[in-house]
């Protein structure tokens, strides 16, 4: 129930402060809002409240404890506000008169005493209210509510010095037999002087007060502190000593003019003050006329270290003078920043929400100076880059999203991270935003939300300490998939897309798992069957360019380049998108100890790539024969695909050394294309001598018949040429010496293939009779015509009839596309 209290005051909080003005009294209502905030009244925006009261309380805690905490105080409590500037007054009245007290104890006037007394009443209850002050945990910037925590952390700091400070030293010196030492003791109330600089510290940051007004009264209010408490130290070094003594003391030996000061107890008290003052002022200054000095060696002594403390003084006081006039100081150009802020978010009328955003993390960035990248500047680059390992890489190592990297990896992610605070409330990432930066969590909690269309908003994961966002976007290329919310002060790491793009290039293997880590990581989380698609299409992609790189390295021949991308990784037999491996490039390109180093590492000798051609073909196409010949004797092929094509166009082109190289590595040189024609038929139809001779000794026969049976013999014939013929001739005979029934076999086949249209029916029959016939190359005997005939026309016919119905009884006399009959007897 009392959490529920507490969302509804806060609900009703919010909708006062969010509550709509007139737009033309809007600037003026927000520049008054700003002078009117003091800036050290809190140190987190009102959603780091909201956030931070809604989050405690969850733990079950002691009945006692419940019970207190109804009566815990907030530090932005109003009465509270008015209870620090009534002890702040007590404080300073403490501060001055404990010195006064210490040093005039025997001339003090009584009233002072009941004075001081209720002074110490007002402490003690001070004390009290301390016990239930909530205070904010330095790390998570949380509300700390537990009466528990309070207690201790107060016991730790200055409870003992704020407890002896309200004892009552006056009454124990005198129960104790005015025994000196516990006089001292009084010293202790000097602890309450940090209220009175907290003070000052609070005046310096808010800007409605002019910063240099504020330093001059702080050094002045130093001065006269230190020469007050002096000039009270110097009268209790005279009045300690007994009566009979007053002559051998500074003031009790002083005469100024035709006063003395023989009897210096029996003067009041402000002129013995005063007088005190002036010695100190003197002193410290060191402009006085000698007539007042110290007599006695006590006094002596306490002025050899009063002046020595003066110097230092002295130095303090001229260094922030000198620092006011240059303008210098880190808290003056934090009041300059604030100021300027303050004028644009007044000139573009934000919100109150997103200034106290604003403003208090502008404040965070103050307090937490050991954040600012300028204290490391001027160290070496080197050095920063251990600084960094130090401190980041105990984080970064246990990032599920670096699962499995190498150290090498992590170091130079870890040496490029920047270090960020962030207020809770605070939106890191938006959904649907182009994301250019990568977070790493080191300490606080985030959370990860969907928004809907309707504006509803859904947590879909909870980001804590090792935990990373914004990869997605970045690896993937695609829009933020979600937006991610400060729960608690944080502490992030972040690095620029850019780097991390640049790293990954290097380190592919690293890349792919990184991809694989983030698939494997969100499959418990946020709509991950919308996102695997993505980033297993960003997995080929990088592949396809991995294997890019190393064809590229193989083309141009970098060996040093490729065996550096093979070391990070990247895999040699993977092909680009025609099909190529590194190995093609390399044997196209003619670098030998590429490709002894691919094929030690495995690369696949004879894979053809989308075109048919294997890294030896491309070596021969491009006439590399040392790399040819070192493939070859590692067990490559040609297998040529469509061989007779691809040698006839050598032939027809006259490229004779491809052909020779070729026909070097096992292609057949009696390969024909589409139209039955060899090499030997284009080299002889064109004249080529010197083709045909490398052909005939490679094994091509003369005897090789096209689709019109004509013999590269014939085409010679045709062409005209005399020596190619002669040529030919020789190798026939050659030929048919080796092989006596080649000749036989093909004398027949030596004639123009002939054509013939078969018909089933008579010459003479009606057209109603007549079918569709075949058309059928001329057999080497009229039985084979007969038996083809009647298979391919599914008749019986025994006989085969001309046109004008005669009886043809040997092929010899068929012609060429000449129309026959089959018919029965």
Not at 778 to 798: K, R
Request: charged letters at 25%; glycine letters at 6%.
């Amino acid at each position: 129930m009392e959490r529920e209290r507490t969302r509804a005051r806060w609900r009703r909080a919010l909708a006062a402060v969010m509550a709509p003005r007139p737009a033309e009294a809007e600037e003026d209502v927000a520049a008054d809002e700003e002078l009117e905030e003091p800036m050290g009244s809190s140190r987190g925006s009102l959603i780091a409240l909201l956030a931070s009261d809604l989050r405690l309380g969850i733990a079950c805690r002691p009945s006692g404890e419940k019970f207190l905490d109804r009566f815990v105080i907030l530090p932005d409590n109003w009465w509270y506000q008015l209870w620090t500037q009534f002890i702040l007054l007590w404080a300073v009245y403490s501060s001055f008169f404990t010195p006064m007290e210490f040093g005039f104890f025997l001339g003090l006037p009584k009233n002072l005493f009941l004075l001081d007394v209720a002074g110490q009443v007002a402490f003690l209850v001070d004390i009290f209210v301390q016990f239930l002050l909530a205070y904010r945990d330095p790390h998570t910037y949380r509300m700390v509510r537990n009466p528990t925590a309070i207690a201790l952390r107060y016991m730790k700091s200055n409870f003992v010095f704020d407890l002896l400070g309200c004892l009552p030293w006056d009454y124990i010196y005198k129960a104790s037999g005015n025994k000196e030492e516990i006089r001292y003791l009084l010293w202790i109330r000097l602890t309450r002087v940090r209220k009175v600089t907290a003070f000052f510290q609070k005046m310096e940051k808010d800007i409605r007060i002019n910063y240099l007004f504020t330093r001059i009264v702080k050094l002045i209010v130093v001065e006269l502190y230190c020469t007050h408490t002096a000039a009270c130290i110097f009268y209790y070094l005279a009045t300690t000593l007994p009566e009979s003594m007053e002559s051998y003391t500074w003031i009790g030996s002083l005469k100024l003019g035709d006063y003395n000061y023989n009897h210096f107890r029996k003067i009041d008290l402000w002129r013995r003050y005063i007088t005190s003052l002036y010695f100190a002022i003197v002193t410290m200054a060191t402009v006085g006329y000698g007539d007042i000095h110290a007599v006695n060696p006590r006094e002596m002594v306490f002025i050899m270290i009063y002046v020595s403390f003066d110097m230092i003084l002295g130095a303090y006081l001229i260094g922030n003078m000198t620092a006011l006039i240059v303008k210098g100081s880190k808290t003056e150009r934090f009041r300059d920043k604030m100021k300027d802020l303050i004028r644009y978010m007044n000139r573009n009328r934000l919100g109150k929400d997103i200034r106290d955003q604003i403003k208090g993390h502008v404040r965070l960035q103050y307090e937490s100076s050991y954040t600012e990248a300028s204290v490391l500047q001027d160290i070496p680059a080197s050095i920063r880059a251990k600084i960094s390992q130090t401190l980041y890489r105990p984080c970064i190592e246990n990032v599920p999203l670096l699962k499995g990297c190498s150290s090498e990896f992590i170091n130079q992610i870890v040496i490029r991270l920047q270090e960020e605070f962030f207020l809770p409330g605070e939106l890191i990432l938006e959904q649907g935003n182009a994301v250019d930066q990568l977070y790493f969590v080191c300490h606080g909690v985030l959370e990860g939300i969907a928004v809907g269309e309707d504006g509803s908003e859904e947590t879909v994961t909870q980001l804590e300490p090792s935990s990373s966002f914004g990869e997605i976007a970045i690896l993937c290329n695609i829009p933020q998939p979600y937006t991610v919310r400060v729960c608690e002060l944080c502490r992030l790491l972040r690095l620029d897309k850019q780097l991390f793009t640049n790293i990954l290039e290097v380190y592919f293997v690293d890349g792919r798992t990184i991809l694989s880590n983030l698939l494997e990581g969100n499959e418990s989380t946020l709509r991950i069957k919308q996102l695997e698609s993505d980033i297993t299409s960003h997995i080929g992609k990088q592949e396809a360019e991995l294997a890019l790189k190393v064809n590229s390295a193989a083309y141009y021949g970098d060996l040093r380049h490729l065996k550096g991308l093979i070391r990070a990784g990247a895999d040699p037999k993977k092909t680009d998108y025609d099909g190529r491996s590194p190995l093609h490039l390399a044997a196209s390109g003619g670098f030998e100890d590429i490709t002894i180093f691919l094929i030690r590492e495995g690369v696949d000798i004879n894979l053809s790539d989308n075109f048919g051609n294997t890294p030896l073909l491309e070596a021969v196409k491009h006439g590399h024969d040392r790399v040819a010949s070192l493939l070859h004797s590692k067990g490559a092929k040609l297998h040529l695909k469509d061989a007779g094509s691809q040698l006839c166009a050598a032939v027809a082109r006259g490229d004779s050394d491809f052909i020779r190289r070729i026909l070097n590595y096992g292609v057949d040189p009696n390969s024909s294309d589409y139209d039955h024609r060899t090499p030997l038929h284009i080299a002889a139809a064109d004249g080529l001598y010197s083709i045909a001779k490398i052909l005939l000794e490679a094994g091509a026969s003369v005897f090789a018949i096209d689709r019109w049976g004509s013999t590269p013999l014939d085409e010679a014939v045709k062409c005209g040429s005399k020596s190619l013929m002669m040529m030919l001739e020789d190798a026939k005979l050659e030929e048919l010496s080796k092989f006596p029934d080649r000749g036989t076999q093909t004398q027949d086949k030596t004639q123009p293939r002939r054509r013939c249209t078969v018909f089933p029916f008579h010459p003479w029959d009606p057209k109603e009779k007549r079918k569709e016939g075949v058309v059928l190359w001329v057999p080497l005997t009229m039985e084979e015509l007969i038996e083809s005939s009647q298979e391919l026309l599914n008749c019986s016919g025994s006989r085969i009839l001309s046109e004008e119905g005669g009886r043809i009884s040997d092929v010899a006399m068929i012609c060429d596309n000449q129309k026959l009959y089959l018919v029965a007897d």
